[in-house]
């Protein structure tokens, strides 16, 4: 060769920093995670780092667009990533849309009244929803948490975030119970007795038909339920449950 244009430069994708070389094999692929487009390149400073959010596993690239995105779910903060698992996974009660995220900051709080104990998720429907008859008022959840409707409450829907979506028993019912799901599980008061009050909480709650009364009715939610004893009975009691409660006048007496 008498003339320095005779001399090949190293392939985009490839640097060497030896002199005097005679064999294209001395030309080095830049490592997975960056990438070349220059000519006779004569450092590894050539190669360029794939951004953050972004990883290579190919040696040799020629340009940038052989970095691939982390996917949804996951970021990375750092260049030069060299293999997928480079990307770091959003933690448990989080999620993230974006491809190609560069920092944790993509990762969103599953909202109240949902939790997730996995990492890595990819859309806020991976995010659980509190079952029916809880609720939370917490973002970002890891675990279930969920608390339960309180006694005297029930709610039939999933993903409760406030303790306002837990509803009151009807009138004529009460529950000892928390975290019940409908109001067909809430206790109707039972016959001789009555409430006219949601959200009743224990037995005691309802109200016994005064003396000289009775009802046959479960689940009453008035007074009006409660009947007075024919004409010739009576009753000293309270709260009684059928007519024959009521007790027949004595021979010599009537009423």
Same mark, same amino acid.
Request: proline share 4%; aromatic share 4%; with cysteine.
């Given at each position: 060769n008498d003339d320095i244009e005779d001399c090949t430069r190293c392939d985009i994708g490839k640097y060497t920093s030896t002199v005097g070389s005679d064999d294209a094999a001395t030309c080095i692929d830049c490592a997975a995670g960056k990438y070349s487009s220059m000519m006779g390149a004569t450092s590894d400073a050539a190669c360029l780092d794939c951004a953050v959010g972004?990883?290579?596993?190919?040696?040799?690239?020629?340009?940038?667009?052989?970095?691939?995105?982390?996917?949804?779910?996951?970021?990375? *903060?750092?260049?030069?990533?060299?293999?997928?698992?480079?990307? $770091?996974?959003? *933690?448990c009660g989080k999620y993230s849309t974006d491809v190609g995220a560069p920092s944790a900051d993509t990762c969103v709080d599953c909202m109240a009244g949902k939790f997730s104990a996995q990492q890595g998720n990819a859309a $806020?429907?991976?995010?659980?929803?509190?079952?029916?008859?809880?609720?939370?008022?917490?973002?970002? !959840?890891?675990?279930?948490?969920? $608390? $339960?409707?309180?006694?005297?409450k029930y709610s039939a829907t999933l993903g409760n975030d406030e303790l306002a979506d837990c509803m009151d028993c009807s009138p004529g019912k009460y529950s000892t119970? *928390?975290?019940? !799901?409908?109001?067909?599980?809430?206790?109707?008061? *039972?016959?001789?007795?009555?409430?006219?009050?949601?959200?009743?909480a224990h037995p005691d709650d309802c109200i016994e038909c005064g003396c000289g009364k009775y009802s046959t009715v479960r689940g009453a939610q008035d007074e009006d339920t409660c009947q007075a004893c024919d004409a010739g009975k009576y009753s000293s009691n309270e709260?009684?449950?059928?007519?024959?409660?009521?007790?027949p006048c004595a021979a010599g007496k009537y009423s």
């Open positions: 972004k990883y290579s596993e190919v040696s040799g690239a020629t340009s940038g667009a052989v970095c691939s995105d982390c996917a949804a779910g996951k970021f990375s *903060p750092n260049v030069g990533n060299d293999e997928e698992t480079d990307c $770091e996974l959003c *933690p $806020e429907s991976e995010c659980v929803e509190c079952i029916a008859g809880k609720y939370s008022t917490v973002v970002g !959840m890891c675990e279930d948490l969920c $608390e $339960e409707c309180g006694a005297g119970t *928390p975290g019940i !799901m409908s109001d067909d599980e809430c206790e109707e008061c *039972p016959a001789g007795k009555y409430s006219t009050e949601v959200g009743r709260g009684n449950d059928e007519e024959t409660d009521c007790t």
